[in-house]
């Protein structure tokens, strides 16, 4: 812990006397996470200040000591050599009090015209724009992991479940396309939020807007912003743009988790529809025949931790009065903690996507015991042989309510045993109506799982694929 510092030698201690209490400076320090703000805070500054020379407040060279001590800043930032000191609070105090150790008095004219509560609303925003952009990168990684596996299996027959019970056959291609098309709504999604960070903040001071002609205009177009803020009460004290974040932060980890838990499912002993590799999985220090899905299991519990971040930033909000609280300080824990952990999972479930293998054989088996082609065979009833629909499901009920008793599935009872049931249950007509294969090509409606659809499909992703790195140039 630092040593006590008297109150008058804070860069806010103009009328204090006396010592901070340790308590104050423990409870009140945000530099031990806001560090992390320091590209945008530098960022920030150099616009700041080349404003403050356009407007006459700093001379060419005054301007030049500043971007000289700013960048110095920077690079021992980088490089792990600055000194984080708790007693000077935040980030933009520790840069502000090394800009002067560093450039002498003119330092103490960086922060003219502006205050730490829009300086801190604007280092967020650009924080958050930057941050999505990295969010937008693992994002396109694991869709196109998940076109590739797609691409790869459509020929890969396997359950569909409802109510987790066998239901029909599908592709695997579907099954994985079901998962691109969320994280495609969560891209829109991301790019939504960082529209609303992308806005001009500096210029509204503490909360009422500021004393010199600082122009805005000139401050917007350096940070590369489109917008200006309207109302500096509103800019100061709002954290929309933090919300929306968390928003798509939180509807993309409930699809990661939910995605997680298949692959927990689908990879464990019962089901056996697919493989993880064997880098990405745990063993167990008393079970030898253990294989973990550690990854999607720590990604499930990973989302927990987003919608409790979401869940704290509506609460700090929702009894606020304008405008900026210190309470806002908590903010950043939350969009910190979501931001690291958005991309750590999706780096890990896209690793584990690539390297999926599907088995087949486990699936057939499935939808056999399962009588997956049970609705199949009702409709050929129907369809081919005239039968109404209620006595058609009657028939097929009986026929695998015979197979359940003898231990057989619609592939193995005997002719016999079927036509004693139903004289239509023979011959190839009968196989070519419980094809798993042929089912699945039969649900040709758009957005189904016959093997043409899917094709259709995959070209439609692809070209979002497509459209999605395009708009990152
Ligand atoms: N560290 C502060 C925060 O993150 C910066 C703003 C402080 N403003 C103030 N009036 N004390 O909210």
């Known amino acids: 812990m630092s040593e006590k510092k008297n109150q008058k030698e804070k860069l806010w201690g103009g009328r204090f006397k006396g010592e901070a209490a340790s308590i104050l400076e423990r409870i009140g320090e945000s530099i031990s ?52 000191r708790s007693e000077l609070e935040d980030i933009h105090m520790h840069v502000e009090a090394r800009l002067t150790e560093l450039e002498g008095e003119v330092g103490k004219k960086l922060h003219t015209g502006r205050s730490r509560n829009d300086q801190v609303a604007q280092d967020v925003r650009l924080y958050i724009r930057n941050r999505i952009l990295e969010v937008l990168d693992r994002l396109d990684s694991l869709r196109e992991s998940l076109y590739l596996q797609a691409e790869r299996n459509i020929d890969t027959i ?31 999604f991301f790019q939504f939020a960082a529209s609303t960070n992308d ?120 009894g606020l009065p304008l405008t900026y609280n210190r309470d806002l300080q908590e903010d950043k824990l939350a969009l910190f903690d979501c931001v690291e952990t958005l991309l750590i999972s999706l780096e890990g479930l896209e690793e584990m996507i690539r390297e999926l293998e599907f088995r087949p054989s486990r699936g057939e088996r499935s939808l056999k015991e399962g009588f997956a082609t049970a609705t199949d065979l009702a409709d050929f009833l129907v369809g081919e042989k005239g039968v109404p629909f209620r006595t058609a499901h009657e028939l097929v009920g009986r026929l695998v309510s015979e197979c359940g008793e003898k231990g057989e599935t619609l592939f193995t009872i005997s002719e016999q045993a079927r036509s004693a049931i139903s004289p239509f249950f023979t011959g190839k007509e009968y196989d070519r109506a419980v094809s798993l294969e042929l089912s699945a090509d039969k649900k040709n409606s758009f957005g189904g799982t016959a093997k043409a659809r899917q094709i259709e499909q995959l070209k439609i992703a692809s070209e979002s694929l497509k459209t999605s790195s395009r708009t990152k140039e």
């Open 199 to 318: 806005e001009l903040v500096l210029g509204s001071g503490a909360m009422a807007g500021v004393n010199y002609s600082n122009d805005r205009e000139f401050l917007a177009s350096e940070l590369g912003v489109p917008r200006i803020s309207p109302n500096s009460m509103d800019a100061v004290s709002g954290r929309d743009h933090l919300l929306q974040f968390l928003f798509a932060g939180t509807q993309c980890m409930i699809h990661a988790s939910r995605l997680c838990e298949d692959l927990i499912l689908y990879s464990s002993q019962e089901f056996g529809l697919v493989r993880l590799p064997d880098g990405l999985t745990t063993g167990s220090s008393i079970m030898p025949q253990k294989k973990n899905p550690d990854i999607a299991e720590l990604i499930r519990g990973k989302a927990a931790r987003t919608i409790g971040n979401l869940n704290h930033m509506a609460v700090l909000l929702k």
């Open 33 to 84: 996470f806001d560090r992390k703000l320091y590209k945008e805070d530098l960022e920030g500054s150099r616009a700041h200040a080349k404003m403050l020379h356009k407007i006459g407040i700093l001379s060419r060279e005054e301007l030049q000591k500043i971007l000289n001590g700013l960048n110095t800043i920077e690079s021992e930032i980088d490089s792990g050599e600055f000194v984080f």
């Open 158 to 188: 396997i359950p569909g479940y409802t109510h987790l019970q066998v239901a029909q056959p599908v592709r695997a291609s579907h099954f994985l396309l079901a998962y691109f098309w969320m994280f495609t709504r969560d891209r829109d």
